[in-house]
């Protein structure tokens, strides 16, 4: 029977490549909801091809989605609005499988619905479970949900960790024989700038990864490497691993995805094409497999696979990142909050690249580590880390 699929950021990066392995595969998924918020005219296209039964976009696009719907006779289509409509497709009876592509903790609560609702949820949005670790994961247990990684790091481990290893016991050691998890990095496209170079880097250079085609945020986060912490501390909670079995590696060439070393001696690794629509169908389609656009990987081509250590001095994101999870508590939450603040003011050439992380570690030195056991909490020291980095943004100002 055909699965009915819930995309919340479907105009977004990973949103646009689900949409694409979908129309691949019509005999086996249906679209019932898509997501947008401020693109609104992509939105009315995918609703032209895909024809799903519900939107959702703010509040303040509905009079302009109306138009355009009036115009290209699609008024039959639902529209919903602000969180609580992303809430409502999230949890929606007639939903299956939720991908959850909202950049940032936007996606906080819808991602957390879904994983309540007990669908197949596939996780792409990362700082929903870096803010919700330990919560998103209890729910997941709670509710029987099949939680599935889509970054394409953390599906790489998946698929190399043995088979039901996600039900092992969660203590933070290694289970079933492993030993250590190998996360990989491409260094992003300024592995080689020294300091000084770091801090006269423009936002139009940072979103140009050499490997990956990604939204300007996960860009970012890329460049500064914070993307490689924020994935330290998602592969903790997915895999219930300390952070000290999780060794970064740089890999430029992006061709392996990440690795799981084990007791015996052995290292397996995932490869293949820096494409996202190879984790996408895994997690799609797991425990089976289906069909993609994404090229064989070719072995003679891509000849040479080079690794090195990361530069937490050039690039402290990932050391800092390292810190707040060892802290745990509401750690990552400030991290996660006061990085969305700065990546947004660099965006708009209100700081400087090098001040990214200076922002985060100032932040985190201001907003107190409380307890995090509920999701209540979790949002007020969002918030909190929110107005102290705007404030660090502010007296920052280049
Ligand atoms: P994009 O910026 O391309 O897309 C983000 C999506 O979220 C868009 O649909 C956007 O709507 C929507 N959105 C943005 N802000 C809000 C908000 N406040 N409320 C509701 N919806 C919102 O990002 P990516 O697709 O690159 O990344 C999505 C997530 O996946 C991120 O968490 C990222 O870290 C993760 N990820 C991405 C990878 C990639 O290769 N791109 C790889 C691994 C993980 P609109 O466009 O209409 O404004
Ligand atoms: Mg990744």
Not at 66 to 78: A, D, G, P, S, V
Not at 88 to 95: I, K, P, R
Request: negative net charge.
């Amino acid at each position: 029977m055909s699965q009915s699929v819930c995309i919340l950021g479907a105009t977004g990066s990973i949103g646009q490549s689900t949409l694409k392995i979908l129309l691949q595969h019509p005999e086996k998924y249906s679209v019932f909801a898509v997501t947008a918020y401020s693109r609104i005219l992509e939105l009315v296209e995918i609703c032209k091809q895909y024809h799903p039964q519900v939107v959702v976009v703010p509040s303040n696009k509905v009079d302009e989605l109306r138009q355009y719907f009036k115009n290209q006779h699609l008024n039959h289509i639902e529209i919903l609005t602000d969180e609580a409509g992303l809430i409502a497709v999230a949890e929606h009876s007639d939903v299956d499988v939720v991908m959850a592509a909202i950049v940032g903790a936007a996606g906080l609560l819808p991602t957390l619905a879904a994983v309540k609702s007990g669908k197949r949820v596939l996780l792409a949005n990362k700082e929903a479970l870096v803010m919700s670790g330990d919560i998103m994961m209890q729910a997941a247990r709670d509710h029987h949900t099949v939680l599935l990684p889509v970054d394409s790091e953390h599906n790489a481990i998946f698929q190399c960790l043995p088979e039901g290893y996600l039900q092992a016991e969660r203590n933070g050691q290694p289970q079933k024989g492993v030993a250590q998890i190998l996360l990989t990095a491409s260094g992003g496209p300024f592995l080689h700038y020294d300091l000084d170079q770091l801090k006269n880097v423009t936002p139009a250079q940072a979103c140009k990864h050499p490997n990956w085609s990604m939204g300007q945020k996960i860009s970012v986060d890329s460049a500064t490497l914070m993307n490689k912490g924020l994935e330290l501390i998602e592969a903790c909670h997915l895999f219930a691993i300390s952070e000290q079995f999780v060794t970064i590696v740089v890999h430029p060439q992006s061709i392996i995805h990440s690795m799981v070393q084990y007791v015996d001696g052995s290292t397996l690794a995932q490869m293949g094409n820096p494409d996202m629509c190879t984790p996408i169908a895994h997690a799609l389609a797991w425990p089976e497999r289906i069909q993609t656009h994404v090229p064989a990987l070719d072995l003679f081509v891509n000849h040479r696979l080079d690794f090195q250590e990361p530069d937490t001095v050039r690039f402290p994101a990932l050391k800092l990142a390292r810190q707040a999870m060892q802290s745990g508590r509401l750690a990552p939450t400030i991290l996660n909050a006061a990085n969305e603040v700065a990546v947004a003011a660099f965006l708009n050439h209100a700081i400087r690249f090098d001040e990214i992380s200076q922002v985060v570690d100032k932040t985190l030195n201001h907003v107190e580590n409380g307890a995090a056991n509920s999701i209540e909490l979790i949002l007020q020291a969002d918030l909190l880390a929110r107005s102290v980095a705007d404030q660090i943004v502010m007296n920052t100002g280049s």
